[in-house]
Each structure stands twice: as C-alpha cells, then as structure tokens.
C-alpha cells in the first residue's frame, strides 16, 4: 500500500482551486464547494483558482461560463486566477505522450457495443464489469488492421493494481483498491480528452496544494493519484465533502436548474445567507448568520464535515436570510435601497427592516409609506373620529401612542379592535411594521385621507 506525499501541509501560501464545468448553472452544492476552497485560500493567505472544464466541446457554453463568473462575484469570491482548459491542450498532449512513452497509456478499439456486451457477459458471470485489457494483447499488426478498418482508438490509462491511500481532509485515512477499477479512458476517439487527464495536469501546474470537492470523487482520486506519480508530479493533499441535496434527499443538478444560484440570487437573497449556509450545512458547526466572508472563513473546518448527506432547505435559507437582513445596518444597506427608489432615510429603514424577508421588500413598505394606498375602512364612522383626533405636526415616535389614547377616550375602543382598523385604513393590510414607526413617515396629509377612505 503506498500512500502520495502531500506538500499541501508545508505551503507556505496554498493554492485551492474550484473546477466546474460551463455546462449549466452552477447550483447551491456547487457554490459549497467554491466556497470552502475560496475560503481557505482567502484565510491563509493563498490562491483561489477559477478553472473552467470546457473541455466537453458539446455542452460547454459560453453564456454558462459568464454565468460562472458572475455567480462567484456575487458570493463575494472571485478567483485571483482563471484559466480554461480549452486553451491549455498543448499541455495535455505532452502528459498523453509521457504516458504512451512510458507504456502508461494505450490504444483501445473496442466499440461502445463490444464493451456494453462484455460488460453484460462478466455480469452474468458473475465477475466484476471492469476492462478485461484486451487491447494490451493486441500486436502491431492487428492495431494497423483495426485503424485500416477505419477504426480509431481511445485511449486508457493502465492502473498499478494496488491500493492507493492518502489522509484526506475530511474524511481521514482513505483507501481504494485499483485492481477493482477498469483502467480509465483518459482520451476519446477523436482525440478529445476526458475529465481526468487534463485535471491532473492543471492541477500540476498551477501548483494546487490542496483539492477540496465532492465525496462523489473519491474513487477518482485514487486513478488521478497514479497519474500524478506517473509524471513524476507532486500529489497535492485531499478533501472529499458531503454531498447537498434537495429538502426531499434528491440530488443536485447543473442541467436540471436545481437552486441555481442565478435563481437565488433573483429570488432577492443576500449571499451571504446562501454562503453561511453552503458552507455550514451538514456540519457539525451550527448553522447561523455571519457578518462578512471573513468572519464564515474562520468557521471553516474539514475536519467538522459530516459523512452524511446534508439537506438543503429552502426554507432554512429563508429563515436565515431574514435574520441576517434583520441585523444589516442603514449604512450597509443605504446604496441599494436608494438604487430601488426607497427613500426615508434610516427612519424608514429601522421602521420596517424586522418585518422583511430580503431587502427587496423593503420597497413594498415604501410604496405603503409614500403611496398611493387603497385603505381598508370598515368602520367609517369609528375612522372619521380618529382623524379628528389627529394631533398637528411634527410628529414624532411617541405621536402613535398620544394619538390612540385620544382616540380610545373618544370612541372606547381598545386592544385588537381600536389598532387593527387604524392600521388597515393607514396601510391596507392588516400586518406590519409598528405604526408608531410608520406613522411619522406618512405624514398627516395622508394619514387624514386613508382614514376618510380616500386613496392617497
């Protein structure tokens, strides 16, 4: 059993990387895995790659690739670095060549058919379905007569049949027996490479100390282990986190759109919601509201990861989210209520900011407070003696108290039945903000219109 040698422990600036693939949107899970590795390169002083695994020539899109980029932004972790695969093939064909060089990698002509059926007769066999290497058999001869055929090889790579293990991150002393495995296809038919090959060699080269990533790629480390010992390149240390799935236990999906960011971020919620939960779900670290990205990146800690996998639900983030806009201060939120066209100053803002589940409904308050509002008046003469107990202005934040009294004396209403036809004659609704914040805002111009049923 041979175990790689990290360097990732004895960097002195680690290099993490995040990997997707331009294929879809990136969704809550695999913003999880951007985040802890942008986070722990942030925390020690290191470097945040941006890879994109464009590699796929069929699916890759360009608007997914933007979209990558702005969603990163959004989360407040743009990468320092960003390289594309696409444009790094040249590194690619001199590893595949190092390889074929060292009879590392070689031809394969099977059909896509030919191995379904002995994958099928193995089964029936009762023998596991991995690669039986025939094509190492194959002479000269028969490899010229086979491309004669028109046939074109792929390409696989010849797995050391033993046991690989590393410390992982996350889940401690791994090991994965390579004798179980088929020896992995590296190279297509048409000279196209797969997700293995390429990732080692960038991983290589950019110098990435440590891989943080799905649990769902722990049997391909073991494969990209041996590759990296096959050139000769240092074997960076490795996290595998816990998978995130839907609130019902389904799995995540770029394709099928499953709360994608960009979807989130529509939805109005902050980032830092989404971040603080990304990261701490499925961990042994409670769940909670976070001031910054920094303050998220000193709770980070493989070592907390659960096994399990974590549940993301919606209406957790919901609940966080409102907490965390509960605790924003005017300042921090002044900019973007002024670019929503909300007005009222930090007056306004401490008024309602408790009763809002994202900032963008902020502005249904202030369309409350600024009008036009439809009142609700369903007792019009009880309205009509509280606007003429209206005191004159200014107002202030004990005028709603001095103004109940004196409508309580004049009319004997109290309790539900003196505030709950105030507050639907002023705002409409029968919930809300405390009227003795909103009142001062809305003035007595109009305060005296709604009560009289008037829009205003």
Not at 118 to 140: C, E, F, M, N, V
Not at 386 to 395: F, G, K, M, S
């Amino acid at each position: 059993m041979t175990a790689p040698t990290s360097t990732a422990s004895t960097s002195p600036a680690p290099v993490l990387r995040f990997a997707p693939s331009p294929t879809g949107l990136l969704h809550i899970g695999n913003a999880r895995t951007a985040l802890l590795n942008a986070l722990l390169a942030r925390r020690e002083g290191g470097t945040f790659v941006l890879r994109l695994d464009d590699t796929d020539r069929e699916r890759s899109r360009e608007e997914y690739a933007q979209a990558i980029v702005a969603d990163l932004a959004w989360l407040g972790i743009p990468p320092d670095v960003t390289v594309r695969q696409s444009e790094r093939i040249a590194l690619y064909d001199a590893a595949g060549e190092r390889l074929k060089a060292a009879g590392r990698l070689y031809p394969c002509f099977e059909t896509q058919d030919e191995l379904e059926r002995k994958r099928r007769l193995q089964l029936a066999r009762g023998l596991p379905p991995i690669y039986d290497r025939a094509a190492l058999a194959l002479s000269g001869e028969d490899r010229a007569r086979l491309e004669a055929e028109g046939r074109r090889p792929h390409w696989r790579f010849r797995l050391d049949h033993r046991a690989v293990a590393w410390t992982d991150r996350v889940r401690g002393e791994v090991s994965v027996a390579c004798d179980s495995l088929s020896d992995p296809v590296l190279v297509r038919e048409d000279g196209s490479y797969l997700y293995t090959l390429p990732s080692v060699v960038d991983d290589a080269s950019l110098g990435v100390t440590l891989v943080v990533r799905g649990e769902d790629h722990v049997t391909n480390t073991a494969v990209q282990i041996q590759i990296f010992e096959a050139l000769g390149n240092a074997v960076p240390a490795f996290g595998h986190h816990n998978l995130l799935t839907t609130a019902g236990g389904e799995g995540l999906s770029k394709r099928l759109g499953h709360l994608s960011l960009q979807g989130l971020r529509e939805a109005g919620l902050e980032p830092l919601a989404v971040a603080a939960l990304a990261v701490l779900v499925g961990s042994s670290d409670a769940v909670r509201p976070v001031a910054s990205l920094e303050e998220l990146a000193a709770l980070v800690d493989l070592g907390h990861v659960s096994r399990a996998p974590a549940r993301f639900d919606e209406a957790e983030l919901a609940a966080l989210n409102a907490r965390i806009v509960h605790e924003m201060s005017f300042e921090a939120v002044a900019p973007r209520l002024a670019a929503m066209g909300v007005g009222g100053g930090a007056a306004f803002w401490e008024a309602v900011r408790g009763n809002v589940g994202t900032l963008a409904e902020a502005r249904d308050w202030w369309d409350v407070v600024a009008g036009p509002v439809v009142p609700v008046v369903e007792d019009a003469p009880f309205c009509a003696r509280a606007a003429e107990a209206l005191p004159p202005e200014p107002w202030d934040a004990g005028t709603w108290k001095s103004w109940t009294d004196a409508v309580k004396a004049a009319t004997g209403a109290k309790g539900r039945a003196l505030f709950m036809p105030l507050r639907k004659a002023l705002t409409g609704r029968d919930h809300g903000p405390e009227l003795a914040a909103l009142l001062p805002l809305i003035g007595r111009d109009k305060a005296a219109a709604r009560l009289a049923g008037d829009t205003a």
